[in-house]
């Protein structure tokens, strides 16, 4: 899939939001999370996500349709305008804010001042998106903890409460993980 991505200069976000476009026409947007950690290293949630409308033309084969969705993810990244709409909120917050309307979403934590900032960030609430991919990349971070050996590093999307099916996709020490979530069938 690499190899067939940068043949069509596209990333693999694209590709695979193409594959799911194209095998439920119904869907007629997605969303992608996006990285806003910058420098910091601490554990907390830093993503925000992106949410474009498209819908798979059949008159197009595949790779057109992936292209264009590509080319969609970066008119929508390169302009600073709608990149400082996804990223000037989020990321300024405190972090351990941003773990407290996460653990209020998925952990039963109960605070006011986390229940608003979950609700206003899209973490609860009602459905965005069908689908989100999310992609962590080249995951950067020792495999040898004492007697503790990792061979794989993966994780979940953060807005999964607010979509339908999550992809998520994870490259550690040259391994690509894809991993498909159906939300409604998760309890």
Request: net charge neutral; with cysteine.
């Amino acid at each position: 899939m690499k190899s067939k991505c940068k043949e069509l200069g596209i990333t693999v976000n694209s590709y695979m939001i193409a594959e799911v476009l194209r095998e439920h026409p119904e869907y007629e947007n997605f969303s992608l999370t996006l990285s806003i950690r910058g420098e910091n290293r601490s554990i907390s949630n830093k993503v925000s996500s992106l949410k474009l409308d498209y819908t798979y033309d059949t008159q197009k084969d595949f790779e057109e349709n992936a292209k264009r969705i590509h080319g969609l993810i970066k008119e929508h990244l390169d302009d600073e305008r709608k990149k400082y709409a996804i990223f000037c909120n989020v990321r300024e917050m405190d972090h351990n804010l941003l773990d407290a309307s996460l653990m209020y979403t998925y952990a039963g934590f109960q605070n006011k001042a986390a229940a608003i900032l979950a609700s206003r960030i899209g973490y609860c609430g009602e459905l965005k998106t069908r689908t989100c991919v999310t992609n962590l990349n080249n995951i950067q971070m020792e495999s040898d903890y004492g007697r503790f050996h990792l061979e794989n590093v993966f994780g979940i999307a953060a807005r999964m409460s607010a979509v339908e099916n999550v992809i998520c996709v994870g490259t550690y020490q040259n391994r690509m993980t894809i991993a498909y979530m159906d939300i409604k069938t998760m309890s």
